[in-house]
């Protein structure tokens, strides 16, 4: 028996002792977690950089803090979000006791992606620990360094038949979906999504999947445009644009096309550049990998061959794997920089006439994970969101609805499925049991056999009912 079904067989045996544990016992086991995070921040912000050249700043706010606050609201919340839940009586059962208890699925698996690789694994791990869970976790091997700290924090932290890290390759990752988990929490491509999601249906685990897709900005006519270009630069450009609910691409009225484009040039270089034609590499981070770097590439080459224009930017530096900010305009139907996500510092900009052409631009694409408003009329928003569906959404910022655990976070469709964070995490590890409990009384009874005589109740019923 290999490494992979050892464990397995093992957290399926310990996940009855684990079912037991009280709302006190997880939340020792998250203050655990939280102090071995600190015992290895230095180590986790070295991680970062190496794979993705994190500043350290960047890589508290995005990693390191998002993973403290998750801990200390599940902590502060646990005990009520543990507590049975009284439902209300009904009149053909007005004598029960209705509760819904919150029971952990049993042994789930996360599988996590390279572009915020701390943030990502310990997110809907502390989820599955709240909920009494034990946990197998795949990290990403484009990420060696955060994968193999990620791996040290567990195994220093978790007995293995609770909680286990299995670092490898896409092989690993086909090992470990071949078993029967009872759930699955997935974050990565729409692509391999769908790869996850029929491996689940064939033992009929239940999942979560948080993809991507292209999530849209829309600038209305009348808004303050430098706040809107500072905000869309900064969500664009952070991670250097490998970030899942980045803006992808950006809908601006025809008439302050250039004024945007000025301004989010404007941003970009005092945020992230040394001078006018010089990166900051101490601020901007590299794309994971040179396959990832040549797709970039190749985007935008295949863009401009058709007929795209290059506004500003278009840099590649091979050797240090880093794309400048990009700014493409003009782009033809059909082109991949329009039918794929991103996911890299490169953004499309097209001009509209009217809101009803926006709209109908994002609506011929699969539903977003995000959806950004930049307006100030609260009847051109009220029409954008009514109008259009995403995952989530933002109105005169973007990226901060991820923050808030307070707020359910997934896609729609092509985009996810199922919610993350704070109770909504809790929930999604944890099956909702119904539980009624009967007083002595014989009331059902009025509906068994024989019904001589018992029209009477079918009025009743269909009365009350």
Known sequence: MNRISCVFKNQRAYQYSLRQTNALQRIDLLRKLRNAI??????????????????????????????????DFAISNLGEWMSPKRIGKTMSNP???????????????????????????????????????CVMIKPSELSPAT???????????????????????????????ELPFDHIFFTGSTEIGKVVMTAAAKNLTSVTLELGGKSPTVIDKEVDLAKAAQKIAWGKLVNAGQTCIAPDYVLVHQNRLDEFINLY?????????????????????????????????????????????????????D???TIYPTIITQIPNGTALMEQEIFGPILPVIAYHDLEEAIGIINRKPKPLALYIFSKSDKNIKKIINSTSAGGTCVNDVLVHIANPKLPFGGANHSGMGSSHGFFGFKNFSHERTVVKQRNVDFNSLVYPPYQAKQWVLKLLKRTM
């Open 265 to 317: 040039q404007k941003f970009a270089e005092e945020m992230y550049f040394k001078s006018k034609d010089e990166i900051n590499a101490a601020v901007y981070g590299k794309i994971i990998s040179k396959k990832h770097f040549d797709r970039l590439s190749n985007l935008v080459t295949e863009a401009i061959e058709k007929g795209a224009k290059m506004n500003w930017g278009g840099k590649a530096d």
């Open 38 to 71: 600190q015992e290895n921040e230095e180590a986790i912000y070295a991680a970062l950089h190496k794979d993705l050249r994190k500043s350290r700043f960047e890589a508290s706010v995005t990693e390191l803090f998002f993973i403290y606050g998750e801990i």
């Open 147 to 177: 994968s193999k700290i990620i791996t040290n924090i567990i195994l220093n932290t978790f007995d293995e038949e609770h909680i286990a890290c299995i670092e490898g390759n896409a092989d690993v990752s086909k090992q470990l979906l």
């Open 319 to 321: 050797k240090n794997q």
């Open 95 to 133: 004598f029960a006791k209705n509760r819904i208890h919150y029971e952990p699925k049993g042994v789930c698996l996360i599988i996590a992606p390279w572009n915020y690789p701390f943030q990502l694994v310990m997110s809907p791990l502390v989820s599955a620990i709240a909920a009494g869970n």
